[in-house]
């Protein structure tokens, strides 16, 4: 049996690649997010499990925070018009998990969606690559 983290990682990659948002999302998990330049012509979303926080809440149950981060990436012509569709679908996203449950792990509820950086500027300079970041905070109680 996986660890819960990445249980709850292919869980939200099943649920982006489920969803209809403004651009087709085809979202993978991974470990380590290297790519290359050539690999980002097309949209990338990637799903990392990033962090687990526990809080005792009695002698029998835990409370669980796992953060799952996804990126959303994107090499291209950097005009507000390709920046805006981009952060248009950045902000789908987050709005999507923040009121939708998993449906692969329905026990898990979404309490915080951060998006940091909203775009890495020095991606944008550098590299001509739209590079945005969402955390996702789930709750699981066991």
């Not at 660890?3 to 969803?19: G, K, R």
């Not at 959303?72 to 009121?99: I, Y």
Request: glycine content about 0%.
């Amino acid at each position: 049996m996986p660890a819960t983290i990445v249980t709850l990682a292919d869980a939200v990659v099943a649920e982006l690649n489920a969803t209809s948002f403004s651009r087709p999302v085809t979202a993978e998990r991974h470990y380590l997010p290297v790519f290359q330049p050539s690999q980002l012509v097309d949209l990338r979303v990637t799903v990392v499990p990033r962090s687990i926080a526990s809080k005792s809440l009695d002698r029998n149950r835990d409370s669980f925070d796992y953060a799952i981060d996804v990126a959303v990436q994107q090499k291209l012509d950097p005009t507000v018009g390709n920046l805006d569709a981009l952060l248009e679908l950045v902000e789908e996203v987050a709005d999507h998990f923040r009121s939708h449950p998993l449906a692969a792990f329905p026990a898990a509820r979404c309490t915080e969606v951060q998006n940091v950086p909203v775009y890495a500027a020095e991606h944008l300079e550098e590299f001509r690559q739209f590079t945005s970041l969402l955390t996702l905070t789930f709750r699981v109680w066991r």
